[in-house]
């Protein structure tokens, strides 16, 4: 059973920064690929970061040089750092795992950036 728990998404003002985690059991963080998604209301949902299975990251044109996708093998946790947040950075974010065929989502965590 896999279940993956999003957390860290708050009101931040616009420059700040921001960790989110996504807290993986019943399946293997640093063997699989994860992906950070994104949607803000009225909006499609967006893919920000991902990390394969390898350790190759990708990250869409919007957020280079400011987030940073990360794995910690210890704990079972995908992050994404978030430096430098824009308003139009403003969504809920929720990340993805491919496991043994099947995609698996977290439940989101909202993210405001806001002066």
């Known amino acids: 059973q896999v279940r993956l728990v999003n957390s860290g998404g708050s009101l931040v003002q616009p420059g700040g920064s921001l960790r989110l985690s996504c807290a993986a059991s019943g399946s293997i963080v640093s063997i699989s690929n994860m992906d950070w998604y994104r949607q803000a209301p009225g909006k499609e949902r967006e893919l920000v970061a991902s990390?394969?299975?390898?350790?190759?990251?990708n990250y869409t044109d919007s957020v280079k040089g400011r987030f940073a996708i990360s794995r910690d093998r210890a704990r079972n946790t995908l992050y994404l750092q978030m430096n430098d947040l824009k308003p139009e950075d403003t969504a809920v974010y929720s990340c993805k795992q491919r496991w043994r065929g099947y995609d698996f989502w977290g439940q989101g965590t909202q993210v405001t950036v806001s002066s």
């Open positions: 990390v394969s299975s390898d350790g190759q990251t």
